[in-house]
């Protein structure tokens, strides 16, 4: 028998079987096995081939998938599922649950990070990153906070050795960047750092910032307001009330702390909001001279603002999140939630 | 810092409610709460103990009889200090301690008929471990709050920035409050007789070094008495939580929160050589503080030295051998300024942050110093007897003078955008006690001392703008952007790979990213970086990987029954390089993880494996347009991630020493990705679009049997060597082994796809292909066509 007939023959007995089949008188295997398996007619069909002289092959190789295709699909078409006797029935209950992968997440605090560089991304601010790992200069000298200047007490810091210590802030990334970069600037730098403290609910030894910087000629306190008003209604919502309050910073004069208002309406607003119903956000100030002049920028040219956010603490006001430590623990339960 | 809102009106007074004075202190940039003080203690009494037997069914309580004046009470008391014969506070039946009425009770079988109360209860103290003591002269019967002279009061507790030293004292504060209401006030003179003799002749100072001591005062008072204080100083101290310890020791406190200037006070006739030393200590040196601690010295630490030995250490603590105590008959006060970076190494040093280290570091004001030795004088003899010198010693050799700073007005308005008048501006700087000098466009501003945060123009700007008030600046919301300043964002790569995993049912994860030691050998790849003041063992260095950190979290997942696990965690790792101006290299890894092998399923469950994982990476690189991406097996069970022959990671099942080490039982599989090379790799831009071409693509099938020495990756190597420019795909369909097939063989078939843009492929060139493939795998795998 050539092969052509063979292919054929087969054909007409699938149909008969495919019968008997969608009668239920056998089952979905029993019909794959006969046609679609290793040791099935088709598999065969194949082996065969390579007796073929090699001008035909191509022709009838296609005919062998083309075969093949329409077996497996015919077999497909009816919705059969098997129960526990192997007996088949012929079914199309939609109901049943369709295949789904566990849904992924992508962490909280990359959410918040992703959403304050867009927010600010639209009015021209672009996103650099700096080293955990800095030195004393970077991250004190430079940013007018000298060895025993009472401000080191705010930040308690790691160290690798007497002049190389793990960022107590991305502040420490300005002055690399302004060493390396003209301005006009206005950048976003956000980045994990690490404060010498004790773990607890409300505090880890690491934590994420956000740091910005804007300079050009003649900025004022009027546009650092403004632009972390914008800031603050995309990110709270249009009708977000804020108020600046002064503050201290050694890099920044004038200083301040900007509260949005938080309500008090329930038990936590109380206790989130002192009893205050204002809520600090963040910490911000015009760019101190003394850090200009670290980088030789003319003081009298140029004047600019920063601003640092902490985005554990927004990200746990924005989700109500009430213990830090599970923001690092991964505990795939409390991850799964954001998307 | 607490303040006593009674205290503020010795200097100046109010008519804002507590609230509104928060409110307007916070505005000031001097961040406060307040507490209230209600004083409600009616039928609260005098009582006199005059019987104190023990219960009879309890051990720790008494049963006391009470004369209260109108009656004698039987009260059941637990305090340890309860005796026969104590004068005592009596809360009678009827009376509230806050929430808490008193009601005749039933303890122990003994009718109680009120309390005897300390002093926390009644809310004028934190004493909690016994009761409060009286006074024996206390009139019996009458009220605490008449004999204790308790009023209602208000305690603003404020939050003080480092650079406001001057805002450390209730004058500090009141100069802040006289901003708010517009009023000046004026200090009090002191007053005080004096006697004939002179310190000068009974003391001789002498500063080692000036810059380590910009200012010392000191005088000598004599037949002075050491005794309890007064109520009123008690309760004034009491109120902003210090507790009295005698009345010299009160006075000096007093002082330094009423003025800011901490004083210390020797017992005059314990300093031997009648010389008073300020200099360095040297290296070595021992001193025994007044609290018997043994201190040694480092060459850094300021010292007042009797000339031999130490008796303080300068504007920290006080040395045991020169205290005062309650046999003190003469003593020596001493109001200064020391170097504040001095005392701030010295106190971080030896681990004394007190209220005189405090201040001293924020830099104390060299003007108010006699003044607040003098004020100490007063009170002292206003209250007690004694006799102080008519003279007192003085050594500022370089005087400070009040420091100038010009001011432009046109450069203030423009700095913070507003538009203030010269006017507006006197005005403000009125309230701050600046005085100006208007010389040509620009003032010249005599700052006051206690002002020594102001030093240049902008901490004047910064001053026009709080009292100005922040709110009261307008906000500028319109926004220019230079296009120069744009900068292409690195994270677009590693938001890409983020979206992507987390449409693949990845969890992202945080990790603690301070290691123990035994975490750092998990990978140790990199060399880890050490920390010297590591918060424990557990944190010593800085992360060498990302693996510890996930297995940490499969671990914790797998404990809690999640058993289906894909986590991954993006972040920085760091490795030590002596050669970087940080002694460090950071490097930005992906690194992936999945337990468990199957999602059950009732029609098709899905099986997780290394093939299943393989194609999920070859997924993410196809999604990332990263062309040229393969894998390439080096050693047994693991796969290096390869772009254009360059490893940029890899692929692996964790051996068991790994896995153990994290009390992990289950399979797991990691896949590692250096993002920094990575990024070489991908631009947001590099779609290479070809044009869409009709050739038809001539399809193959080829099937071999071959040894099971050969690995897939050989055969696809080789066919692809073999197949020309034009094999635009290859596609491993089946492995099959068993019946038919030798034992050490398996029969592998791939389909094979032909393809080129600019002509249709003929069957002949085709042949030739496939042949030569054939050939070479029969020649040098031994491979058997079937």
Request: contains cysteine; aromatic residues 10%.
């Amino acid at each position: 028998m050539s092969i052509v007939d063979e292919i054929q023959q087969i054909e007409s007995q699938f149909n008969l079987d495919f019968d008997l089949f969608v009668a239920g008188e056998i089952s979905s295997e029993q019909i794959k096995n006969i046609y679609l398996s290793r040791k099935g007619s088709i598999s065969s069909l194949y082996s065969n081939l390579s007796k073929v002289k090699p001008s035909d092959k191509p022709k009838i190789g296609q005919k062998i998938n083309n075969l093949k295709k329409s077996i497996s699909n015919r077999i497909d078409s009816i919705l059969l599922i098997t129960e526990d006797g192997g007996n088949v029935i012929n079914s199309s209950d939609y109901t049943l649950p369709g295949f789904k992968h566990n849904s992924g997440s992508i962490h909280p605090l990359t959410l918040i990070i992703q959403e304050i560089k867009e927010i600010f991304n639209k009015i021209g601010f672009s996103s650099i990153y700096g080293s955990e790992v800095d030195t004393d200069y970077y991250n004190f000298e430079s940013l007018n906070i000298s060895k025993y200047h009472p401000a080191r007490d705010m930040q308690d810091t790691f160290y690798i050795s007497n002049d190389i210590l793990l960022r107590t802030h991305t502040s420490s990334s300005q002055v690399h960047f302004m060493e390396n970069n003209n301005p006009p600037i206005r950048i976003l730098s956000p980045g994990r750092v690490y404060r010498n403290e004790d773990i607890s609910v409300r505090s880890y030894c690491l934590f994420h910032q956000i740091e910005g910087l804007y300079v050009d000629k003649k900025v004022s306190f009027s546009d650092l307001k403004g632009t972390l008003e914008y800031f603050a209604k995309q990110f709270f919502g249009p009708k977000t009330k804020i108020r600046f309050r002064p503050s201290y910073f050694p890099f920044t004069e004038p200083s301040a702390e900007m509260d949005v208002y938080w309500g008090l309406e329930s038990e936590s607003d109380y206790r989130i909001t002192k009893g205050t119903g204002w809520l600090e956000i963040l910490g911000c100030g015009m760019v101190n001279p003394a850090v200009f002049k670290s980088v030789d920028y003319d003081i009298e040219k140029w004047s600019g603002y920063a601003f640092g956010l902490g985005i554990e603490r927004i990200a746990m006001l924005k989700y109500g999140i009430d213990d830090i430590r599970l923001l690092y623990e991964g505990d795939i339960n409390f991850l799964r939630q954001f998307k | 810092m607490k303040i006593s809102r009674n205290w503020l009106n010795d200097y100046i007074h109010s008519d804002k409610t507590d609230n509104d004075l928060e409110d307007q202190f916070t505005q000031l940039g001097l961040e406060c709460s307040v507490s209230q003080i209600k004083i409600n203690l009616d039928n609260v009494v005098v009582g006199k103990v005059i019987d104190c037997i023990k219960h009879p069914n309890a051990d720790r309580l008494k049963i006391c009889k009470v004369d209260v004046g109108t009656e004698v009470l039987e009260i059941v008391c637990g305090a340890p200090n309860i005796a026969k014969g104590l004068t005592v506070a009596v809360a009678k039946i009827g009376a509230k301690l806050g929430d808490f009425k008193i009601k005749k009770v039933k303890i122990r079988d003994t009718i109680s008929s009120g309390m005897i109360c300390s002093g926390k209860e009644l809310a004028i103290n934190e004493e909690n471990d016994g009761i409060l003591i009286l006074d024996d002269n206390f009139t019996i019967g009458s009220s605490i709050e008449d004999v204790l002279e308790l009023v209602d009061n208000s305690i603003f507790d404020f939050d003080m920035t480092p650079n406001r030293g001057d805002c450390f004292s209730h004058l500090g504060i009141s100069r802040e409050l006289s901003i708010i209401e517009n009023k000046e006030f004026l200090l009090k003179k002191n007053k005080f007789s004096v006697s004939s003799f002179k310190s000068s002749d009974l003391i001789n100072v002498n500063i080692k070094d000036d810059s380590i001591c910009k200012r010392y005062a000191c005088r000598i008072i004599k037949n002075i008495k050491v005794t309890e204080s007064p109520l009123w100083l008690k309760n004034k101290l009491e109120s902003i939580g210090q507790n009295s310890i005698n009345n010299i020791v009160d006075i000096a406190n007093y002082i330094m929160f009423d003025l800011g200037q901490p004083l210390h006070i020797f017992d005059f006739d314990k300093i031997s050589n009648k010389t008073i030393e300020v200099r360095l200590s040297s290296k070595g040196e021992k001193i025994t503080c007044l609290n018997k601690e043994v201190k040694v010295l480092s060459d850094n630490d300021i010292v007042i030295s009797d000339g031999n030995s130490p008796i303080a250490i300068a504007g920290v603590i006080g040395g045991l051998n020169s205290f005062v105590n309650s046999k003190t008959v003469n003593i020596l006060v001493e109001s200064a300024v020391f170097n504040e970076i001095n005392v701030r190494r010295t106190s971080k040093l030896h681990n004394y942050s007190k209220e005189a280290s405090k201040r001293f570091e924020r830099g104390v004001d060299c003007d108010n110093v006699v003044y607040s030795m003098n004020k100490f004088v007063a009170m002292l003899l206003e209250n007690y007897s004694g006799e102080t010198s008519e003279d007192y010693i003085d050594i500022y050799k370089n005087k400070i003078s009040k420091s100038i700073v010009k001011f432009n007005l046109d450069k203030c308005n423009e700095f913070l955008g507003i538009d203030l008048s010269h006017k507006e501006v006197d005005e403000i700087f009125n309230k701050l006690n600046i005085s100006l000098n208007l010389k040509g466009d620009e003032y010249l501003c005599d700052i006051p001392f206690y002002r020594n945060d102001i030093k240049v123009q902008v901490d004047l700007f910064e001053e026009v703008a709080r009292v100005y008030g922040y709110n009261n600046i307008p906000s500028n919301t319109s926004f220019t952007f230079p296009s120069e300043s744009f900068i292409v964002d690195s994270e677009l790569l590693d938001n890409k790979i983020r979206s992507f995993l987390s449409f693949n049912s990845f969890n992202e994860h945080y990790s603690n990213s301070l290691y123990s030691e035994d975490d750092c050998k998990v990978d140790s790849f990199y060399k880890p970086i050490k920390l010297i003041n590591p918060l424990s063992q557990d944190m010593e260095y800085l992360r060498n990987s990302l693996l510890p950190g996930l297995l940490r979290a499969v671990s914790f997942n797998l404990k809690r029954g999640t058993g289906f696990i894909k986590l991954y965690e993006l972040g920085n790792i760091n490795s030590y390089n002596s050669k970087t101006f940080n002694n460090a290299d950071q490097h930005k890894h992906i690194m992936l993880t999945w337990v468990g092998n199957e999602i059950k399923h009732w029609k098709n469950t899905y099986i997780q494996d290394i093939y299943s994982i393989k194609g999920e990476i070859k997924h993410l690189f196809d999604m990332l347009n990263i062309n040229n991406f393969n894998f390439n097996m080096t050693e047994q069970s693991l796969l290096e991630l390869n772009i254009d022959n360059e490893k940029v990671g890899y692929l692996k099942e964790l051996g068991k020493k790994t896995i153990e080490k994290f009390d992990i039982e289950n399979s797991v599989f990691v896949c590692s990705i250096d993002l920094d090379l990575l990024s070489n790799y991908f631009s947001s831009k590099n779609i290479d679009y070809m044009k869409i071409n009709n050739f038809p693509s001539i399809n193959r099938d080829i099937s071999i049997l071959i040894n099971n020495k050969y690995s897939n990756q050989d055969i696809e190597n080789l066919i692809l060597k073999n197949g020309g420019k034009k094999l635009k795909q290859l596609n491993l369909f089946d492995i099959y082994k068993g019946d038919n097939i030798p034992n050490d063989s398996k029969s592998m078939s791939y389909s094979l796809k032909f393809k080129s843009n600019s002509r249709t492929l003929t069957d002949n060139e085709i042949d030739g292909y496939m042949t030569e493939i054939i050939n070479n795998l029969k020649n040098k795998f031994e491979a058997i066509q079937r």
